[in-house]
């Protein structure tokens, strides 16, 4: 099992940026690809971002390509999702998850969930 927990969202206006983090616990989070997602309102949910197990591979959404930065920290455990240029499009419901493939923009090829970040982009 591994949990996983995010932070670091809330109310931005558009322009602005925040950084999301994922702190993983249980087992060894360097054997896992890692990816983000997120979900709006009436929404099904979307990949954002995707990175390998050792950080060296990255892979985006055209949406947030350009002005997301995703990124990990294996000794922390931990995961990022670094956005610049917020709109208000990017409101969403964030979460990270952990599977085995990458890249994989499918959500049913991760093992593992967090339980989201609120992100919301005023305009």
């Known amino acids: 099992q591994v949990q996983l927990v995010e932070s670091g969202g809330g109310l931005v206006q558009a322009g602005g940026s925040l950084r999301l983090s994922c702190a993983a616990s249980g087992r060894t989070f360097s054997n896992y690809a890692m990816g983000w997602f997120r979900q709006a309102p009436g929404k099904e949910r979307a990949f954002v971002a995707a990175?390998?197990?050792?950080?060296?591979?990255?892979y985006y959404a055209d949406s947030v390509k350009g002005r997301f930065t995703i990124s990990r920290d294996n000794a922390k455990n931990t995961e990022y999702l670094q956005m610049n240029s917020l709109k208000p499009e990017d409101t969403a419901v964030y979460y990270c998850?952990?599977?085995?493939?990458?890249?994989?923009?499918?959500?049913?090829?991760?093992?593992?969930w967090g339980q989201g970040t609120q992100v919301t982009v005023s305009s």
């Open positions: 998850a952990a599977g085995r493939r990458f890249p994989s923009e499918r959500g049913r090829e991760y093992d593992y």
């Open positions: 990175i390998n197990w050792s950080g060296g591979r990255t």
